[in-house]
């Protein structure tokens, strides 16, 4: 991740066509790489000073302009000070006392910069009351409660407003003013060593990112995910002395990887059913003329992605940012790093980690999702979509698998059919089962069901399903039949024998349609469906099924539509696939799952429209 960090740094984005409206508001290149950018739907609230004097002078409310860099945003410890006297809103006394107040009262500020620091410390303490009081009055007009605010320190001249950054670039006529760049770095620098250690931190060793000795620091990596609070968190024997030993680096590359983030964070951050995750390429190189290539052509990728709209590019998630398709276009010499995780307050949580993704590992997935599109579109009755985010919620909203089945298909890995299964089944009781009182539309029915299946064929495509016979998926597509010329059940098995591996899973899917049948004929005879108790809830076991076709036979006698011909040949042919499964199922296929069952037999009565169009 280090490597690839520092070499998307190397990049002049402003030196590409396509950024080259992107224009460069701080001109000290440290504070640039350190700031933050704010999303636009913040306000942004202004305590004004006299740029000569230091008056308060009031507070102002505002837009986002410029992407929020000109308020120069740099978040410090969440519960100490920011690196500048700008800060996110959350509890307003908190905010401003801790964020706002703390800066300029701040000792360690005030020895180095007394003067200046001081005064305006001593004007925000004379009209601490009056700017709350404001800000408050401010905040309860709104008629949005949950509005965003940016809280932040303007200073006013005769004819405008100086941000932060108009001071970080010399713009003030006060000298005083444009000094503040020397506090904003010297304060992070300096807060690059540990705290709490009792020794310094600060020490000679080879830089991690580097290779070279150099003075390195132990807290120079921008994504927070380890700590110092604890001595068994501490690399080395769990002495305090050698906590640079955690992640060493030099004062150079710490601006470096930070700067590679930065582009990380604005470029390739996405989300994959509602997870938020990095996409961090790694470029495969021998020179850094081949490297500055790589880079280039990989961020001349994004071209299309920002000219062109949704529908021309395709996707295989929901975000329509999201262009792991067009990138996976790129030559071998890439490959992609998934990076899911979660903040909260100051904390990094990395959820999961997925790497060395080949390009041509996205570009099957995208086959395999628009194949299994295209077969189930020429057989279900409605159409729908289908992208990898849905995959979340047939895994009934559990992030934990959500993110196994993520690792597993991003790097094709065999999936245990058992973890496949058990979800699907549970999906359905949840989201089918439940509602099967028939109130259900037929749209809404086939919707829940469909999803499901399409899933499946993509798996099957993938060949990452085990237990399923191996498929040969090219880029010239899948043969498809038109399943107008089917003339017979065998035919519809054929069509589709990557998702019928054998006899059994065959019958268990003409008796959920001999199923479906029956509970029709219920419905429009009695008004009611009792023979729906005898699915037992999705539960069925071997015995359960034998019983099951016994069951409905009984019932079609008993309400005198057994000699029907098309149940005829269902009854047949059920009994035929049954029978070549032979007694003991379980022997025959040793892997065999009642999951696996009692779902086939629910896609069984899903078609049940199709397959009587077939035995018509």
Same mark, same amino acid.
């Given at each position: /991740?280090?490597?690839?960090?520092?070499?998307?740094?190397?990049?002049?984005?402003?030196?590409?066509?396509?950024?080259?409206?992107?224009?460069?508001?701080?001109?000290?290149?440290?504070?640039?790489?350190?700031?933050?950018?704010?999303?636009?739907?913040?306000k942004v609230i202004l305590i004004l000073l006299?740029?000569?004097?230091?008056?308060?002078?009031?507070?102002?409310?505002?837009?986002?302009?410029?992407?929020?860099?000109?308020?120069?945003?740099?978040?410090?410890?969440?519960?100490?000070?920011?690196?500048?006297?700008?800060?996110?809103?959350?509890?307003?006394?908190?905010?401003?006392?801790?964020?706002?107040?703390?800066?300029?009262?701040? %000792?360690?500020?005030?020895?180095?910069?007394?003067?200046?620091?001081?005064?305006?410390?001593?004007?925000?303490?004379?009209?601490?009351?009056?700017?709350?009081?404001?800000?408050?009055?401010?905040?309860?007009?709104?008629?949005?409660?949950?509005?965003?605010?940016?809280?932040?320190?303007?200073?006013?001249?005769?004819?405008?407003?100086?941000?932060?950054?108009?001071?970080?670039?010399?713009?003030?006529?006060?000298?005083?003013?444009?000094?503040?760049?020397?506090?904003?770095?010297?304060?992070?620098?300096?807060?690059?060593?540990?705290?709490?250690?009792?020794?310094?931190?600060?020490?000679?060793?080879?830089?991690?990112?580097?290779?070279?000795?150099?003075?390195?620091?132990?807290?120079?990596?921008?994504?927070?995910?380890?700590?110092?609070?604890?001595?068994?968190?501490?690399?080395?024997?769990?002495?305090?002395?050698?906590?640079?030993?955690?992640?060493?680096?030099?004062?150079?590359?710490?601006?470096?990887?930070?700067?590679?983030?930065?582009?990380?964070?604005?470029?390739?951050?996405?989300?994959? @059913?509602?997870?938020?995750?990095?996409?961090?390429?790694?470029?495969?190189?021998?020179?850094?003329? /081949?490297?500055? @290539?790589?880079?280039?052509?990989?961020?001349?990728?994004?071209?299309?992605?920002?000219?062109?709209?949704?529908?021309?590019?395709?996707?295989?998630?929901?975000?329509?940012?999201?262009?792991?398709y067009e990138l996976s276009q790129q030559n071998?010499?890439?490959?992609?790093?998934?990076? #899911?995780?979660?903040?909260? /307050?100051?904390?990094?949580?990395?959820?999961?980690?997925?790497?060395?993704?080949?390009?041509?590992?996205?570009?099957?997935?995208?086959?395999?999702?628009?194949?299994?599109?295209?077969?189930?579109?020429?057989?279900?009755?409605?159409?729908?979509?289908?992208?990898?985010?849905?995959?979340?919620?047939?895994?009934?909203?559990?992030?934990?698998?959500?993110?196994?089945?993520?690792?597993?298909?991003?790097?094709?890995?065999?999936?245990?059919?058992?973890?496949?299964?058990?979800?699907?089944?549970?999906?359905?009781?949840?989201?089918?089962?439940?509602?099967?009182?028939?109130?259900?539309?037929?749209?809404?029915?086939?919707?829940?069901?469909?999803?499901?299946?399409?899933?499946?064929?993509?798996?099957?495509?993938?060949?990452?399903?085990?237990?399923?016979?191996?498929?040969?998926?090219? %880029?010239?597509?899948?043969?498809?039949?038109?399943?107008?010329?089917?003339?017979?059940?065998?035919?519809? #098995?054929?069509?589709?024998?990557?998702?019928?591996?054998?006899?059994?899973?065959?019958?268990?899917?003409?008796?959920?349609?001999?199923?479906?049948?029956?509970?029709?004929?219920?419905?429009?005879?009695?008004?009611?469906?009792?023979?729906?108790?005898?699915?037992?809830?999705?539960?069925?076991?071997?015995?359960?099924?034998?019983?099951?076709?016994?069951?409905?036979?009984?019932?079609?006698?008993?309400?005198?539509?057994?000699?029907?011909?098309?149940?005829?040949?269902?009854?047949?042919?059920?009994?035929?696939?049954?029978?070549?499964?032979?007694?003991?199922?379980?022997?025959?296929?040793?892997?065999?799952?009642?999951?696996?069952?009692?779902?086939?037999?629910?896609? @069984?009565?899903?078609?049940?429209? %199709?397959?009587?169009?077939?035995?018509?």
């Amino acid at each position: /991740m280090i490597q690839s960090l520092l070499d998307l740094q190397d990049i002049k984005i402003q030196d590409l066509e396509i950024f080259k409206d992107e224009e460069t508001i701080i001109k000290n290149e440290k504070i640039d790489i350190l700031t933050e950018e704010i999303s636009s739907d913040h306000k942004v609230i202004l305590i004004l000073l006299d740029e000569k004097n230091y008056e308060y002078m009031g507070i102002e409310l505002e837009e986002v302009k410029d992407n929020g860099k000109k308020y120069l945003l740099i978040s410090g410890s969440s519960s100490g000070t920011n690196y500048t006297p700008t800060a996110k809103l959350t509890e307003l006394e908190k905010t401003l006392e801790n964020k706002i107040f703390k800066y300029f009262s701040s %000792k360690k500020k005030r020895s180095n910069f007394n003067d200046f620091i001081s005064k305006i410390n001593n004007e925000l303490e004379r009209n601490k009351e009056t700017i709350k009081n404001t800000i408050k009055d401010l905040i309860s007009k709104t008629k949005n409660e949950e509005e965003k605010y940016l809280i932040t320190i303007g200073f006013k001249s005769k004819t405008k407003i100086l941000y932060l950054a108009d001071l970080v670039n010399k713009n003030s006529i006060n000298e005083e003013l444009n000094n503040i760049d020397q506090i904003i770095i010297k304060d992070f620098e300096d807060n690059l060593e540990d705290k709490n250690s009792k020794k310094t931190n600060k020490v000679e060793a080879i830089c991690f990112a580097c290779n070279e000795f150099k003075e390195v620091y132990p807290k120079g990596f921008p994504i927070k995910f380890y700590t110092f609070d604890k001595l068994n968190y501490i690399a080395g024997g769990f002495k305090e002395s050698n906590v640079y030993k955690n992640l060493p680096l030099c004062l150079e590359c710490i601006y470096k990887i930070r700067k590679g983030y930065n582009i990380v964070q604005k470029y390739f951050s996405f989300t994959l @059913g509602k997870v938020n995750y990095y996409l961090i390429p790694s470029f495969i190189y021998t020179n850094k003329q /081949m490297k500055d @290539g790589l880079v280039n052509n990989f961020f001349n990728s994004l071209k299309k992605s920002k000219v062109s709209t949704i529908k021309e590019i395709k996707r295989i998630t929901r975000d329509e940012r999201e262009i792991l398709y067009e990138l996976s276009q790129q030559n071998s010499f890439v490959i992609f790093n998934f990076l #899911f995780y979660e903040k909260e /307050m100051n904390a990094f949580k990395i959820k999961m980690y997925i790497q060395s993704v080949l390009p041509s590992n996205i570009s099957k997935i995208q086959y395999s999702i628009e194949k299994a599109l295209d077969k189930a579109k020429r057989l279900l009755l409605i159409s729908i979509d289908f992208k990898l985010d849905d995959l979340k919620q047939i895994l009934n909203d559990d992030e934990k698998t959500f993110l196994i089945f993520l690792n597993n298909i991003f790097t094709l890995k065999l999936i245990p059919k058992k973890l496949v299964f058990i979800n699907l089944v549970k999906f359905l009781q949840n989201k089918w089962l439940s509602k099967i009182s028939f109130l259900l539309s037929k749209e809404e029915e086939q919707k829940i069901i469909n999803v499901t299946f399409i899933f499946l064929l993509m798996l099957i495509y993938l060949n990452i399903l085990e237990d399923y016979n191996k498929f040969s998926l090219s %880029k010239e597509g899948i043969v498809m039949n038109d399943l107008s010329e089917i003339q017979s059940i065998d035919d519809f #098995f054929e069509i589709f024998k990557e998702v019928f591996p054998n006899d059994l899973l065959k019958g268990i899917f003409l008796l959920g349609v001999l199923t479906k049948y029956l509970l029709i004929y219920q419905l429009t005879n009695r008004s009611s469906i009792p023979f729906m108790k005898n699915i037992k809830n999705l539960k069925m076991n071997e015995v359960d099924f034998k019983n099951l076709f016994i069951e409905l036979e009984n019932k079609l006698y008993e309400y005198e539509i057994a000699h029907k011909q098309e149940l005829q040949l269902l009854k047949e042919k059920i009994s035929y696939y049954l029978l070549q499964a032979g007694s003991n199922w379980k022997s025959k296929y040793p892997k065999l799952l009642n999951e696996e069952l009692n779902y086939y037999f629910v896609l @069984g009565m899903n078609l049940y429209d %199709k397959i009587k169009q077939i035995i018509k």
